[in-house]
């Protein structure tokens, strides 16, 4: 493996989020979604699946995040298999929250908020349907399904045809699966290109969607190419959140060893980028100023 790019085993650890309110988040992230309380204080709660924390929520935002406002668009929480996404959105129906559903060719997913404003998806991967992505030089993103026919990747998802994953017994289950994991997180952006330019060229992501027509930039590992993302859909509509708003609090990179730890720790020091190691984590933050932490599995 080159030594500037991380390696296939990182992945995404717990994303902390900032809620006006904890008990009404935990309407939605445990009483709907299914994510088991893991711990609760006056100004927290951890939740997450199979003994693992994957969402943190903390008290003492003022207002919600706007819509359109630049950082969190959402995080995803990935199922492994379809019959846990058709329980997922079982649930979402039944719980009478606005949600929406979208075929991505790539992935199947729900789409919901909490409360304050933080944008959820719930995820399915499909990576078998995608025969090709084709770029064109203006960069126009198209997917070649496997069966030769183009898909936008934005298509509504069958819902119902979803629901019939769960048979006639009219039994859903009420919790998470037990193997969902966080897969990637999604931020609004001002300036994704020099955004790329540290997740890339310092963190040492690798590239996936760069393209401004379509809107979205991406980046991941040789395993999972989608796990950071940026869209700049909201245009010159985009805004600043407002100072103590909901978002994103920061997020966890996971990193296969304490030697790679030490590799990020010098790829940011000899970038100038300020970071602060404490023990075996070092936190520090990307140009637009989402704040993220590197730590070791397991630890």
Known sequence: ???GLLSPLTRLGPVHLRVTDVP???NVWRDVLGLALLGEDAVMAGLGAGGR??????AGAETPLPQKARGLFHVAIHVTSRRDLAHTAARLKASGLRYSAQDHLVSESLYVSDPSGNGIEICF????????????????VALIAADGSAHSGLEPLDVSGLLRDLGNSGHVEPKMARDAFIGHI???????????????????FRPHIQSRT?????????RRAHMVAFNIWARDELR????????????????????????????????????????????????????????????
């Open 1 to 3: 493996m080159d030594e």
């Open 24 to 26: 009404a988040a935990l």
């Open 53 to 58: 924390t994957l969402i943190v929520l903390h």
């Open 125 to 140: 991967d499909t990576p078998e349907r995608l025969l090709r992505q084709e770029v064109s030089p203006s960069g126009r």
């Open 186 to 204: 999604h931020l609004r952006a001002r300036a994704p290109e020099m955004l790329m330019k540290f997740y890339l060229g310092v963190l040492g």
């Open 214 to 222: 379509f809107g979205m930039f991406d980046c991941g590992t040789e």
């Open 240 to 299: 600043e959140p407002p100072p103590n708003a909901a978002g994103l609090d920061h997020f966890t990179i996971e990193l296969g060893s304490a030697q790679e730890l030490a590799a990020v720790e010098r790829r940011l020091d000899a970038a100038d980028i300020p970071a602060k190691r404490d023990g075996r984590v070092i936190s520090s933050g990307d140009p637009e100023g989402n704040r993220l932490r590197f730590v070791v599995h397991g630890d």
